[in-house]
Structures are given as structure tokens and as C-alpha cells.
């Protein structure tokens, strides 16, 4: 699975779009971008995932450069539930964790 | 939405007890499950690969003869901890994926806090 780099920590205001960036730079043609989080002492959450179209759900955006090898998700409008531990993992079958992006959402 | 259910979500056992984890998925069916291992302040750690009917696939590194892997029906998976130590104390976490295949997403269980004495 190719590996992906997050940033450690990220802040954001409460109300405002929290973006969360994503370097792939090794994605092969068949591997998905998932994206999960992890809110502390709970299982993870699936949030959303992509291919190579920009995809939208009830919680996030998710925005794949064309040439696929970094991606963006986005929270609208943050609001403080959404302090957690977002990871970015791309994957054909298993999903392997590597640190994550610890976003804080400040009131 | 896909439940994935754990049982328990604590426990605590003497060293040197067996521990048995229940991963259930609720409202779909799972040819494969997965288990994970998070301990304080690190990421989840896959352990191995649990597939319905057959040997389950670990990591490397990770002892088949002390996380023992069931899968023996299409909703529901069992780790045991064999001989359980202190260092085995940890947050296991299962999920499963949708036997529609495809690319659906996995669903994570709540996971099971273990602390061994």
C-alpha cells in the first residue's frame, strides 16, 4: 500500500472549513483514497473515499488532484465534536494507519 | 449505516489468563475482518487479516500462536489473547468490510480495552 505524509497537528476555528491536506505521491492506478477519524478511546470513523472524482457526503468534501497524488478533505463548518485524529490512508484492500493529522477545533 | 459491534468493551484478566474479543457485524455480512492494535498515544496497528471459513493472514512480527483468530461465520470473528501478559494491555480494535465487495468502505468497531495484571 502506498504510503501517505500528514501533518502532525492542525488548529481551526470553530464555524470555519477545517482542510486537512494529504501527500500520495506513490498511489497506484487501483488503490482508493479512504479517509477515517478517530475521536479519543473510540474506534475509527469512516468519513469518506475517493478514486479520482472529487467526492461530497453529508461530512466531508474530498478533493483528489488530477494526477492523484495528494488530496485535500474538508469540513465545512468545524465545529468542536470534530477534534479528533484524521488519517488519510490509500489502500487496494487492507487499510493500514499511519499517524494521522491532530485537528483541534477551537471555540 | 454498517454496525460493527465489539464485546467486550473492557476487560481486565491475570497475567497469564486467555482473553476472548468478539467482533460482530450487525446488519451486513463480512467474508473478512481485520484486527488492530492501538496502544496510548500511537496509531492503530493492523495485526492480521481474518477471513471467513479460513487461517486468518498476520502481520509480520505479530505471534499466531498467541492472538488466536476465528472467523467462523460471515458476522462474527473472535481474537483470544492466549497466556496474556501486561504488555499484551492495549486497545483492540476489529472492523469488516461489506461481502458486496467492491471498494465499500471498512466499518470499525468500538474496540476493547484489555489490561492485564
Known amino acids: 500500500d502506498a504510503k501517505t505524509t500528514q501533518p502532525t497537528s492542525m488548529d481551526c476555528a470553530e464555524g470555519r472549513a477545517a482542510n486537512l491536506p494529504c501527500n500520495h505521491s506513490?498511489?497506484?492506478?487501483?488503490?482508493?483514497v479512504y479517509w477515517y477519524r478517530q475521536i479519543h478511546s473510540q474506534g475509527p470513523q469512516y468519513i469518506i473515499h475517493?478514486?479520482?472524482n472529487n467526492e461530497t457526503n453529508e461530512m466531508a468534501s474530498l478533493i483528489i488532484t488530477e494526477d492523484r497524488k495528494s488530496s485535500t478533505l474538508i469540513l465545512p463548518h468545524a465545529t468542536l465534536r470534530d477534534t479528533a485524529v484524521y488519517y488519510c490512508?490509500?489502500?487496494?484492500?487492507?487499510?493500514?494507519f499511519g499517524a494521522g493529522t491532530i485537528l483541534r477545533v477551537k471555540s | 449505516g454498517a454496525v460493527v459491534s465489539q464485546h467486550p468493551s473492557r476487560v481486565i484478566c491475570k497475567s497469564g489468563t486467555s482473553v476472548k474479543i468478539e467482533c460482530r457485524s450487525l446488519?451486513?455480512?463480512?467474508?473478512?475482518m481485520f484486527w488492530y492494535r492501538q496502544f496510548p498515544k500511537q496509531s492503530l496497528m493492523l495485526m492480521a487479516t481474518?477471513?471467513?471459513?479460513?487461517?486468518?493472514?498476520?502481520e509480520q512480527g505479530v505471534e499466531k500462536d498467541k492472538f488466536l483468530i476465528n472467523h467462523a461465520s460471515l458476522t462474527l470473528s473472535t481474537l483470544t489473547v492466549t497466556s496474556a501478559h501486561p504488555e499484551d494491555s492495549s486497545f483492540y480494535i476489529c472492523?469488516?468490510?461489506?461481502?458486496?465487495?467492491?471498494?465499500?468502505?471498512?466499518?470499525f468497531g468500538n474496540g476493547t480495552r484489555l489490561t492485564v495484571t
Open positions: 472492523s469488516a468490510s461489506d461481502i458486496t465487495g467492491g471498494r465499500s468502505p471498512l466499518h
Open positions: 506513490t498511489i497506484s492506478g487501483n488503490e482508493y
Open positions: 475517493g478514486l479520482k
Open positions: 490512508i490509500v489502500s487496494f484492500n487492507k487499510l493500514v
Open positions: 446488519d451486513f455480512q463480512a467474508t473478512t
Open positions: 481474518s477471513n471467513e471459513g479460513s487461517k486468518a493472514t498476520y
